[in-house]
């Protein structure tokens, strides 16, 4: 099936007149087989042309063999719905009908998913105004009946976090249905990255998602020096590699200690606060920003590692690993935890590959899919990380995930101290080759981010299409949710922690 | 007439707050942190007292009686329980029926004044509320038919009267039967750990917070007050049971069981700190647990 697809590999950039274009037909058969052959799609979105037909572009990804399909197609202003046989695209299907107002056809809930006016002026594919566009106003899936209740919470969380609604379809505490509505966040971020680069561009990506800093501009730095071809030195993609391991530590043991605070149990809840600090003080030792700001920069990164900082950086890695092995192990061996971590909010291997989750919540579901891995990139193509699985599904596996995944982010950055590679931090970046696309993937600390962009003659971005995990895997905490207890749900999303910003874009 | 009478009543009403304040510390202490104050309730007490309460306009009367009828229950079934060896100011033969049900009276309140805000989350809290404590309450009256049927008594000041303490040599495996019981029951009714955690903010987790939400200032400060109480009368019962202390001297045997107290708050702290919070599914089961152990008490009594 690859006759009629460019095939190409993790932030390769092409000529962008190799892509092919299919008919709509031919799009819809090339996804829905590839997806049963095991492929995955990675991103699908449409773009304008200019004209009065719009490009829809697909983006399949061969997780064995780390290979990257792209192929188009163009649509005016519906087609039919891929969404029915292959549930993977069904996220994606409503964001192309709201971005751009085309219809796709049996779509079998086609709703609205930021709640934004469309890009295209008077194409809206729920004909409203666009005064009448009111965040997550509109139909929620319900279920019928005398002792059915409905439960409304948020968008104002009870936490300090972010905003988002959430309805339940309950009957007594058991929880038949969860539906989850967002778009508090958008900023209209990628309508801003179009004609770029410009110098507002890396600290847009930084604050795509803001605790997902390091992840995102990787990827689009990477894209980056792609398209300018510049060698990036091997001392500078380890550092990059640091600092993204440094943001899954951080992140990750922030998680571990929400995890036991949710089911209330202390101590780890207290001690896996402090540990976060000592990562995210990590960072800031590294380059000044405990979030990574800054760090990296088009061609590699800002500041170097001399070797007295490599000592007092050992140091305390070693001493935060002590102190996090302590508060993990405390926590996953307690009895009362694995009482309310076991079987609570179970999305199975099934579900995990049909719905498309990437990232911990697929690993933790057995899925083997880490792009450090699949499509190897910067460090990663000389340094290979194991695979972090569990089978299954529910709250525990998610914990033990991230636990398997500190320990082996705190291997790789122990052993890239002990033999850093020599180099320059920085490469000079020449201007980018005009009329070329490329698909960027990194693995962001909650799984796989993809940027895909086409400059155009001059060498700007035509367009920039970002997705980020969160994308794929708020779908999976709505089926985690199902036969569930409504008080579960707390932990339930904790385990999946998922971006509302990198959602909302 | 005697004013040592009003000294278990004077105890619950000043220091009651202290023992959520020692809890805390408690947990603070597991949890490497240095804590709030010991006095923290104090002052947020005094603070809800001087702020205005604010009212939503889909709510009645019923909503403001809540927090006063709740206090008020809370004070008087202070009244009914001795502290140390130190009779209190009512003392009736079965008194204990009017105290279990004086707490139930302070829950239906709390429970009508959250439905009558209308909201599905209080709804929510207020269902699990009366779903467990209906559990609780047998497993509470079959330990006190227990006692009953020991010291063939049946009034606090009677059971826990000079004598009680000899009882832990006679029967002593009922006695701990009995006081694991009490401990379940003081678990649950006053919203702790394993049962339910009274630090969380998530409302779809909430037992006891999520139905008192709506309340503010002054209100809020009374069901704040009332729970403290609650906690103080229901802790004061497990400790004269658990802990019998008798010295001979009235004086002594209350400062005996003041300290008791605080030993109790260290005791729920820690608890509190080494443990996880149940699945909601499993709490009935602990609470059928608690009924079981005070049947079994009840008959060892019954040889």
């Known amino acids: ?505 | 007439m005697n004013v040592n009478f009003f000294i278990p009543t004077l105890f619950a009403v000043v220091f009651a707050p202290l023992i959520l304040g020692i809890i805390n510390r408690t947990k603070a202490f597991f949890g490497g942190r240095c804590g709030q104050p010991l006095l923290q309730l104090y002052y947020d007490l005094f603070k809800l007292l001087r702020k205005g309460a604010t009212y939503s306009k889909t709510t009645t009367y019923i909503f403001r009686l809540g927090p006063m009828v709740g206090l008020v229950c809370a004070l008087l079934a202070t009244t009914l329980v001795p502290f140390g060896s130190q009779r209190p100011f009512i003392s009736f033969s079965g008194d204990i029926l009017l105290f279990a049900y004086l707490l139930g009276l302070m829950r239906f309140f709390t429970v009508i004044a959250a439905l009558d805000t209308g909201s599905s989350f209080e709804g929510m809290g207020a269902a699990r509320e009366v779903h467990f404590s209906a559990l609780a309450e047998v497993a509470f009256f079959l330990g006190l038919i227990s006692l009953v049927k020991i010291t063939s008594f049946a009034s606090f000041s009677e059971i826990y009267s000079t004598s009680f303490a000899n009882l832990w040599d006679m029967k002593s495996i009922e006695m701990i039967l009995i006081g694991s019981s009490f401990l379940i029951v003081l678990l649950t009714e006053n919203a702790r750990i394993p049962v339910d955690d009274p630090n969380t903010h998530l409302e779809l987790t909430m037992i006891h917070e999520v139905m008192v939400l709506d309340h503010s200032g002054p209100d809020f400060a009374f069901i704040l007050y009332g729970s403290a109480l609650k906690l103080w009368v229901l802790g004061s019962v497990f400790v004269q049971t658990f802990w019998p202390i008798r010295s001979g001297c009235v004086y002594l045997d209350v400062l005996f069981a003041f300290l008791s107290m605080i030993v109790l708050g260290v005791i729920i702290g820690i608890v509190e700190s080494t443990m996880a919070r149940l699945r909601l599914l499993r709490v009935p089961q602990l609470l059928v647990a608690g009924a079981a152990l005070s049947t079994v008490a009840l008959v060892l009594t019954m040889r």
């Open chain 1, 1 to 505: 099936m690859n006759l009629h697809s460019l095939s190409l590999r993790n932030s390769q950039s092409c000529s962008y007149k190799d892509v092919p274009v299919v008919s709509i037909e031919e799009l819809k058969g090339t996804i829905v087989s590839c997806v049963q052959e095991g492929k995955r799609l990675l991103a699908f979105f449409a773009q304008s042309t200019g004209e009065k037909e719009m490009q829809l572009y697909a983006v399949l990804g061969n997780d064995k063999l780390g290979t990257l399909s792209l192929l188009s197609a163009k649509v005016e202003n519906s087609y039919p719905s891929i969404t029915d046989q292959c549930a993977q695209a069904h996220w994606f299907e409503r964001e192309i009908a709201e971005n751009w107002g085309i219809s796709p056809k049996n779509h079998p809930w086609l709703k609205p998913i930021r709640f934004i006016p469309s890009y295209r002026e008077g194409q809206d594919a729920w004909n409203r105004s666009k005064e009448n566009i009111l965040p997550c106003v509109g139909d929620y899936y319900q279920v019928q009946g005398e002792e059915i209740h409905e439960v409304a919470v948020g968008p104002v969380h009870a936490g300090v976090i972010e905003p988002g609604h959430f309805r339940f379809q309950c009957h007594g505490e058991w929880v038949y249905h969860l539906e989850i509505s967002l778009g508090y966040q958008h900023r209209g971020i990628e309508k801003e990255l179009k004609g770029g680069p410009t110098k507002r561009t890396l600290p847009y990506m930084e604050t795509m998602a803001g605790d997902t800093s390091i992840g995102h501009s990787h990827a689009y730095l990477q894209m980056l020096e792609s398209l300018a071809n510049c060698q990036v030195s091997q001392r500078a993609q380890a550092l990059r590699g640091i600092a993204l391991e440094l943001e899954r530590l951080a992140n990750h043991t922030g998680d571990l200690g929400a995890l036991a605070n949710d089911v209330g149990f202390l101590p780890t809840a207290n001690y896996c606060g402090r540990i976060r600090g000592d990562f995210l003080n990590m960072s800031a030792l590294l380059c000044g920003s405990r979030f990574g700001r800054n760090f990296l920069k088009p061609g590699g990164v800002a500041f170097d590692l001399e070797d007295s900082r490599i000592k007092e950086f050992q140091t305390k890695l070693e001493n935060a690993k002590k102190d996090v092995t302590v508060a993990a192990e405390l926590l996953l061996d307690s009895p009362s935890v694995l009482a309310r971590f076991e079987d609570t909010g179970v999305v199975s291997k099934e579900t995990a590959r049909e719905l498309g989750l990437v990232g911990v919540a697929a690993r933790a579901s057995g899925l083997s899919q880490d792009i450090r891995k699949d499509y190897p990139f910067g460090i990663f193509s000389s340094f290979s990380i194991p695979v972090a699985i569990y089978k299954k599904g529910d709250v525990f596996a998610r914990a033990y995930v991230r636990w398997i995944e500190i320990q082996n982010s705190i291997a790789f950055i122990q052993s890239m101290l002990i033999s850093m590679p020599k180099g320059k931090t920085q490469m000079p970046l020449s201007s980018l080759a005009p009329d070329k696309i490329v698909v960027s993937l990194t693995e962001g600390w909650r799984g796989e981010i993809c940027h895909v962009a086409k400059t155009d003659e001059k060498g700007q971005f035509s367009w920039y299409k970002v997705c980020d995990p969160s994308f794929h895997n708020w779908m999976g905490l709505s089926m985690a949710l199902r036969n569930q207890q409504i008080s579960d749900f707390p932990l339930c999303n904790k385990s999946f922690n998922l971006s509302y910003c990198g959602h909302d874009l």
